[in-house]
Nanobody
């Protein structure tokens, strides 16, 4: 089992950058694939980015080229570097973990563990 806690959210102007971090508890972090999802007001939660145990990454088309997911197994953390932010990136961002499939997963149902979320607000 793993517990996840996000940090790094906040208010930023359009075109700016933020770096989200997700800290994981437990000794087996390296065995988990990780993902970031987001939920905007009035919308369903959607996939943002994923990274496998071996560092293979996948991104939603809406963030490709602007966001970068990375992991540090020594520190039990996964990060989401967000550049060129847009007002439509405003959402609560969630970190998630799974050990279900080998490849990166865009599906919420794949992920067994979730953080509480961190708010990102991008002003125009």
């Amino acid at each position: 089992q793993v517990q996840l806690e996000e940090s790094g959210g906040g208010l930023v102007q359009a075109g700016g950058s933020l770096r989200l971090s997700c800290a994981a508890s437990g000794r087996t972090f390296s065995s988990y694939a990780m993902g970031w999802f987001r939920q905007a007001p009035g919308k369903e939660r959607e996939f943002v980015a994923a990274i496998t145990r071996n560092g293979i990454t996948e991104y939603a088309d809406s963030v490709k080229g602007r966001f970068t997911i990375s992991r540090d197994n020594a520190k039990n953390t996964v990060a989401l570097q967000m550049n060129s932010l847009k007002p439509e990136d405003t959402a609560v961002y969630y970190c998630a973990a799974h050990r279900t499939v080998a490849g990166p997963s865009r599906k919420e149902d794949t992920y067994a563990y979730w953080g509480q979320g961190t708010q990102v607000t991008v002003s125009s």
